[in-house]
């Protein structure tokens, strides 16, 4: 029971007999471009652990299908569509940037000053137009240019080298697929770390955010190899070790 | 969205322009809707948290399941489980929204930094918590030394925002009593007026 109670200004609070954990506030993700392939596919994914979804698409109605698909296959599903990036980023403790590299720098703009101090996952790979190679400079990676461009939130590179098909099965050829992290905060990477396992994917930390640029390059790498192969879209990485 | 915030830092210790950017650059932007956990019993408190637009309570759940309310933060107060929060273990308390809120958070490592970075913070914090642990002081005194009329007028009079604008049966279990019992102390001293 309580020994003393208090308010004021800063509502102090001194108590004993500690009580069982009953269960987790919510973590609230952000997920902007949600109906795109990859998107969607974490969208999917993410319901259904203890997260509250917001859903932000160019087009609303969209969102508001995928809202709808998510929640016919789960009911109790904490899930939304909102009309506006800059909200559902306000309202997140996680935001998800699941849109093509050339699309970030304009929505960094438009979420720049809610995403401060928070976690924000860059999925985004940096392919030219006939994605045989990278846009961005060898000495840099499109997770580095987002950091740039927002400046106090936490980056960590993730999804990126997982297919979007990959969401719906996890486990390929008997192998449960890896899903790499890139991040400079520890703390920020453990939270997406989980994520990945919500997702079904194993998490391997790779490094810090700069390890982001061979991370992009391997997601290059296995498009390119998906395309030679015809692997179907359904193909991943996996370290294999003892 | 940190207009309060520095509003009120400002009230205590003047933040030059610079001060104010830094100190900006800490500062975690949330809006919680109305009945979400910001925090639940049993998780870490992650932030302190300060209440920008709308009202935010704190409690316990007693042994029936029942909250009994300990704190609540309307405009420009402060609210978080403060052991949890620097000691950064399990709350025991449950932090939720009253209303639809806009909030500023500061992370343990935000809070950290901001300490070693400015020095005008820590002179904050620690009149932060001064008045706190004043108001802590009071209200102990206040509950054990006065009748129940006494108890309800003292609340009105230091925090009558919070009565005018949280449900009675809050109030009621803020001040440790059924609701019943709220409304004939209520009674009794529209009677005696």
Partial sequence: MPVSIGDGPFVLVVLCNQTSKIMSAKQTIAIIGATGSIGSGIARSLAGGSNRLLLFAKQLDKAETLVGEIKSRNASADVEALECPANAAWEADIIILAVPYGAERELAEKIKAVANQKVVISIANPLNATYNGLVTPPDTSAAETLQQLLPHSKVVKAFNTTFAADFANTVIAGKQVDTFLAGDDENAVATVSGLVKTAGFNPVMAGGLAVSRTLESMALLLISLNIKYNYNWLAGWKVLHQ | ?193
């Avoid at chain 2, 520095?6 to 932007?29: D, G, V």
């Avoid at chain 2, 408190?45 to 933060?73: H, P, Q, T, W």
């Avoid at chain 2, 929204?97 to 901001?114: G, P, Q, R, W």
């Fill in chain 2, 1 to 193: 969205m940190y207009e309060v915030f520095f509003r009120k830092f400002n009230e205590k210790i003047a933040l030059t322009r610079e001060e104010e950017e830094l100190i900006k650059q800490y500062l975690t932007p949330k809006k919680l809707r109305r009945k979400q956990y910001l925090l639940q019993e049993g998780d870490v408190c992650k932030y302190i948290c300060i209440v920008e637009k709308g009202a935010m309570k704190a409690y316990v759940l007693n042994e029936s399941g029942d909250e009994r309310i300990v704190g609540f933060a309307l405009e420009g107060w402060t609210i978080g489980d403060l052991s949890s929060f620097i000691k950064q273990e399990p709350a025991t308390l449950n932090i939720d929204a009253l209303e639809d809120c806009e909030l500023v958070l500061i992370s343990k490592a935000a809070h950290d930094e901001l300490i070693r970075l400015v020095p005008k913070y820590e002179t904050y914090i620690r009149i932060l918590m001064t008045d706190a642990y004043m108001a802590l002081q009071k209200r102990t005194a206040i509950m054990i030394s006065m009748s129940l009329e006494e108890q309800y007028k003292a609340l009105l009079e230091m925090y009558p925002a919070v009565v005018q604008r949280v449900p009675q049966h809050m109030i009621a279990s803020f001040m440790g009593l059924t609701p019943e019992t709220l409304s004939r102390v209520r009674g009794r001293i529209t009677s005696r007026k």
